[in-house]
């Protein structure tokens, strides 16, 4: 496949360098919140929702250990609900988009519906997501999204009901977009076989992305029970985290459902908000080849303190999956699928890879402790083990922030809907200009 050749921009980015350049000091002299959080993780309010809530200090505001709730349940109690019924992210995205837990006949309907709205249009598969095919599977998956707008006739209509249908549809198909999306990169690029399999309608979400993405379809109840945990401690946390953000300022603007969710993809894919799982695997990459006994707690110690001095790995001075830009004391997804992620290490046979997973999660926060001020506590967050989870389960990491997208596209409807329900002006905050105000141009040329 013939790609674009760079044009050369060198000199332009020295000029834009220099003319961007903000000074540090500025931000604290006008007291700007970078990243509209403050040191100690608290961020500034720009709107109100119900659809879940994160605590991560008592009530004298220190740090304490994490809770999330969706619509008012704790996260710990609906995974214990909704653990053995096959479908808990279902379940939660029902809860999640109509405010109350289903009852038995209403969880019935509304999976039945999902697995009726489980269906692309006519050859879009081969026309669309195999037209193009990349690693990136998110820039895929964004781009089918776009496309699903031109098969919908109603694809400007903003109404509560129109919405709720779109959305529904693409809670439906991302699964499709990921794995389909997946094949043909793997077909195409990477000269592997091809094998497209339709969802079942009697399977759940998490099944069917392990049937979808597997050349038998065969799967085992510890891993599709494991993948709907993650989906469920995925799909939702809170209106500020960078992509749910990002679907309510487009909400805001009026546009329609395919190029919101489309933006929120795009929030996702960044390194900095989807792509942690990733980060984290690489690095227990190079930890494996670099500490050469994994039960020597002090061999561990001294390399993530040479890590965290930028001496090793990537060089950035962090230790990945650890601290939260919100939670202080503890995650409490992570500490919910760890439990999950053990079990799947015992069917795998990768007791000593959990080992060692287990040694850098309770090493690395004293060693982050103990080189860097901390305002609010470190603590593994669900990042440190969702991607360990997937290499388990033969997911491939090109597949690892699309898994996160099709859990997050439940919140990501959540807050449109509820945008739209409640909120009623453009979301535009401001920025305080520091340009200087030059003479009027009546020179020459130079």
Request: overall charge negative; aromatic content about 10%; charged content about 25%.
């Amino acid at each position: 496949m013939k790609t674009r050749d760079r044009i050369e921009t060198t000199a332009y980015a020295a000029l834009a360098e220099r003319a961007d350049a903000i000074d540090p000091a500025l931000y604290d002299r006008y007291q700007v919140k970078r990243g509209l959080r403050d040191l100690s993780g608290k961020g500034v309010v720009a709107g109100l929702t119900n659809i879940s809530r994160i605590d991560a200090f008592d009530e004298e505001g220190k740090p304490a250990d994490g809770k999330l709730w969706y619509r008012g349940y704790e996260i710990h109690d609906l995974v214990d609900k909704y653990l053995h019924t096959r479908c808990g992210y279902e379940n939660l995205t029902y809860l999640l988009l109509f405010g109350e837990l289903p009852t038995e006949q209403e969880a019935n309907e509304f999976r039945e519906l999902l697995a009726k709205s489980r269906e692309l249009p006519t050859n879009f598969t081969r026309d669309v997501i195999m037209k193009a095919p990349t690693k990136d599977i998110m820039n895929s998956m964004t781009r089918s999204i776009l496309t699903l707008a031109s098969y919908d006739s109603n694809a400007a209509d903003t109404s509560l009901e129109n919405v709720i249908s779109q959305c529904i549809q693409l809670i439906s198909v991302f699964p499709m977009l990921a794995i389909y999306g997946y094949h043909a990169y793997n077909h195409y690029e990477n000269m592997q076989s091809m094998y497209i399999h339709r969802p079942d309608p009697a399977l759940s979400t998490a099944e069917n992305i392990l049937r979808m993405l597997r050349p038998d379809s065969s799967y085992t109840k510890t891993e599709a029970m494991a993948l709907d945990v993650a989906l469920m401690l995925h799909m939702e946390h809170g209106g500020g985290n960078n992509s749910s953000f990002t679907t309510r300022v487009v909400t805001s603007a009026g546009s329609d459902t395919y190029a919101v969710i489309a933006a929120a993809m795009c929030s996702l894919k960044g390194p900095r908000h989807g792509g942690a799982n990733i980060k984290v695997m690489d690095m227990m990459d190079d930890i494996r080849e670099n500490v050469h006994d994994w039960n020597d707690d002090e061999e561990i110690e001294a390399y993530l303190k040479r890590m965290l001095a930028g001496e090793t790995f990537d060089h950035k001075g962090l230790i990945y999956g650890m601290g939260h830009a919100v939670y202080s004391k503890s995650d409490p997804r992570e500490q919910i699928f760890r439990q999950y992620v053990e079990l799947l290490s015992g069917e795998k046979h990768r007791e000593e890879d959990m080992n060692l997973y287990r040694k850098v999660e309770t090493i690395a926060p004293k060693v982050i402790e103990g080189s860097r001020k901390i305002y609010k506590g470190v603590a593994p967050n669900v990042d440190f083990y969702s991607g360990f989870a997937y290499d388990m389960m033969g997911i491939p990491r090109e597949l690892y922030t699309p898994i996160f997208a099709i859990a997050r596209v439940a919140g990501w409807s959540a807050h449109r809907i509820e945008e739209l329900s409640s909120g009623s002006k453009i979301i535009r905050p401001a920025y305080k200009s520091i340009m200087q105000v030059r003479q009027p141009y009546g020179g020459t040329d130079h």
